[in-house]
């Protein structure tokens, strides 16, 4: 096993290299053909992938994040959905949010965080077979963040959610006008 301060060597340039090579693509819009896999989605259901004990204990709550991130998709116009309510639909679109980190045991979390969009797919030229497959991501946004600053965690993947909500509402401005309506007295 390597001494601790090689391993925490050999993470920061695996993250930095990260960095390098993901930080341009990450904050690009979708690509035509992600943005595309959105048109016509009735709703999606969300889920938060369950954060280490150690991060909720320092204030990133899996529950209220899942709550928050609900929130800001139903105002904008997006139909949140239930597990039974998801499979109903013809896509049975998940958006999946990932968060990875790491302790160095000296005061920091690296940390990735990932947002994707799954639905039902088939294959062209076969009716039959089905499969779920990532449609639209926002690859993982590759950092460093203090013990007591998990929160930036929260607010990388509350950007990314925006993003998801910028190339929806792309390619169903009809969803827009109706939350629209809605917010009128």
């Not at 989605?41 to 990133?60: R, S």
């Not at 639209?136 to 993947?157: F, I, M, S, Y």
């Not at 925006?162 to 917010?183: E, G, H, M, T």
Request: charged content about 25%; hydrophobic content about 40%; overall charge neutral.
């Amino acid at each position: 096993m390597a001494p601790p301060a090689i391993t925490v060597l050999l993470i920061a340039v695996t993250i930095s290299f990260g960095l390098v090579s993901t930080s341009s693509y990450g904050e690009q819009p979708a690509e035509v053909s992600e943005r595309e896999s959105l048109k016509g989605l009735v709703g999606v259901e969300v889920l938060v992938e369950p954060f280490a004990i150690e991060i909720e204990e320092l204030g990133l709550n899996t529950p209220r994040l899942h709550s928050e991130i609900k929130q800001r998709l139903q105002k904008a116009g997006i139909s949140v959905l239930t597990e039974r309510e998801r499979l109903a639909t013809p896509t049975a679109a998940m958006l999946v949010v990932r968060v990875d980190a790491l302790h160095d045991r000296i005061g920091r979390y690296f940390y990735s965080t990932e947002l994707f969009l799954t639905q039902r797919v088939r294959l062209e030229g076969n009716e039959v077979s089905e499969l779920f497959a990532a449609t639209w991501r926002k690859p993982g946004t590759v950092g460093v963040v203090a013990d007591d600053n998990v929160k930036h965690l929260e607010d990388q993947v509350l950007r990314k959610v925006d993003q998801f909500i910028k190339d929806y509402l792309a390619v169903n401005p009809d969803r827009s006008k109706n939350n629209r309506r809605l917010r009128k007295p």
